[in-house]
């Protein structure tokens, strides 16, 4: 948190009752970074079918053409959320958060111009999406932090309200873009569509650049070699001087402080648990992709709407933000009080795996109807939108919880990072996958639904592991039990 190191420019924190000024700027650029984010990716996958992989709309090479569609846009996630790590250690030991938010959103407004101009140019649009997942990682690493360090000792009991309103402002963002830039997209063309997103990234970026008076800014503490990377590799590379009895990570005792080792551990504990979450990433993120082009070959008239293909995945955010009250007042109150049945994290992320693949059951099976010349209701696809999203809630939200309260203080900020690769690693695999397909390697053979039953298959197996593998793993709490008095345990 900031203190008295602080530049003597900067913001001051507030009075007890009293929001930090600078919030109104942070949650105003986040509602607006998000609504160019999710808009230009809510067209991403049909836009590149449709101009580059497949202009001819030709029967034979749609396979191929949504495979590379896909590829492109599962590796343009993938970096989008594994440059994060690299902008929060740039920012916590060269920069701050302040000037990477900042410079970093200039090369998001480019990679956003870069694809408006460039929306015939299939080199020129991929180096747009390339800017455009500097930018939006840099950010990602330091927006959240940096609510957090707006609050002091005096008024961090109203900063749980402010991430409320920050979160909504993502949900907002994502909504209205889903919405709005899929009917822009039909009725403007792909300039338009694209360009939106490119203004609203621009005024993000002057709004945040508004509010550079009102900020408390932490400084960057420098380069620290107690961290993360620094102790697992001493320890790897002295694993030879182990004494009987202890952990391998143990060895890095000898040259820093225990307290940091163990902390280092409490974080190795959590990856295992974190092994078992890129498998739901790598079909989440399908929804933004695949399922759209699904969609394009379902009935969507629904309510009196013809609905486009892309508007559809503005459900999920939609069911997101009704499940996580129900989930935190009703279902898990439910389990825990009226069944006797506790929800720890490891059962919630457990539950969620197996929503999500449920999810895929549903639509694997609506493909086989389209594979048999069918065009099956919008509606089974919103059914399983309704159960990824309580999937979400189960594994992506307790999974964050669990990074917290699983480690100490000082490896928090490496948890979240780590926590985002899961989401890279996963759209890795995916991006794999498709790029199989499109080159008509291993994979190729599972086209249509199959190419769905394989997801569902691969789910199966994760959660029959995890199944034997989570009640073997130890979980231990910096929130109910003191740091001091961890660092002193002899953890395994």
């Known amino acids: 948190m900031a203190n ?59 396979t191929i053409a949504e ?11 993938s970096l989008a959320y594994a440059l994060p790590f690299v902008g929060a250690i740039v920012a ?11 410079w970093v959103s200039v090369i998001y407004c480019f990679g956003h111009l870069f694809l408006a101009l460039f929306d015939t140019n299939l080199e020129g649009f991929r180096y747009g999406l390339i800017l455009i997942a500097i930018g939006a990682g840099g950010i990602k690493s330091c927006v959240s932090a940096n609510v957090g360090d707006q609050f002091g000792q005096n008024n961090q009991h109203l900063m749980s309200k402010v991430y409320g309103w920050f979160y909504f ?19 403007f063309g792909p300039k338009w569509a694209f360009g939106i997103p490119g203004i609203l990234m621009a005024l993000a970026t002057v709004i945040f650049f508004s509010g550079r008076k009102k900020y408390v800014r932490v400084p960057p503490s420098g380069i620290k070699k107690d961290n993360f990377v620094f102790i697992s590799l001493y320890a790897l590379f002295n694993a030879g001087k182990k004494k009987k009895g202890e952990s391998l990570l143990d060895v890095a005792k000898q040259k820093f402080r225990p307290e940091k080792v163990e902390g280092i551990k409490a974080v190795y504990r959590v990856m295992a648990v974190f092994a078992f979450v890129p ?31 892309e508007q559809v995945q503005t459900v999920n955010p939609i069911f997101l933000l009704l499940f996580i009250p129900i989930f935190t007042y009703g279902i898990y109150p439910f389990f825990e009080n009226t069944l006797g049945i506790k929800t720890t994290p490891l059962r919630r992320i457990g539950a969620g795996l197996a929503l999500t693949g449920l999810s895929f059951v549903i639509i694997a099976l ?16 919103i059914l399983a ?8 809630v189960l594994v992506s939200i307790t999974g964050l919880e669990y990074a917290y309260t699983q480690s100490p203080k000082s490896m928090k900020s490496t948890m979240s990072a780590i926590w985002l690769l899961t989401v890279a690693i996963g759209n890795v695999f995916t991006a794999f996958v498709n790029s199989s397909i499109s080159n008509k390697g291993f994979f190729s053979r599972f086209e249509g639904a199959n190419y769905f039953w394989l997801f ?3 789910m199966a197996a994760f959660l029959i592991v995890y199944l034997f593998v989570s009640p073997r793993l130890k979980e231990r709490s910096y929130i109910t039990e003191p740091e001091e008095v961890m660092a002193e345990t002899n953890m395994p």
């Open 456 to 458: 569902v298959g691969i």
């Open 92 to 102: 916590d030991w060269f920069t701050g958060k302040y000037k990477i938010i900042l």
């Open 279 to 309: 498998i739901f990433w790598a079909m989440w993120d399908q929804n933004l992709s695949e399922w759209v082009l699904q969609a394009q070959k379902l009935d969507r008239h629904i309510l009196g709407l013809n609905l486009l293909p």
């Open 67 to 77: 495979a590379k569609a896909n590829e492109s846009t599962h590796f343009f996630v």
């Open 366 to 381: 609506l493909q086989t109807e389209i594979d048999h010349g069918a065009h099956p209701s919008v509606w089974w696809q």
């Open 169 to 187: 402002s993502i949900n907002a963002g994502s909504v209205v873009s889903t919405i709005l830039i899929p009917y822009t997209y039909a009725n």
């Open 385 to 392: 939108y309704v159960i990824l999203s309580a999937g979400e």
């Open 4 to 62: 008295s190191t602080l530049k003597p420019n900067v913001a001051s924190f507030g009075s007890d009752n009293s929001y930090p000024k600078s919030i109104p700027y942070i949650i105003g650029n986040e509602a607006a970074e998000r609504f160019s984010f999710y808009g230009m990716r809510s067209i991403l996958a049909t836009f590149l079918v449709a101009q580059f992989f497949n202009p001819t709309n030709n029967p034979a090479l749609q």
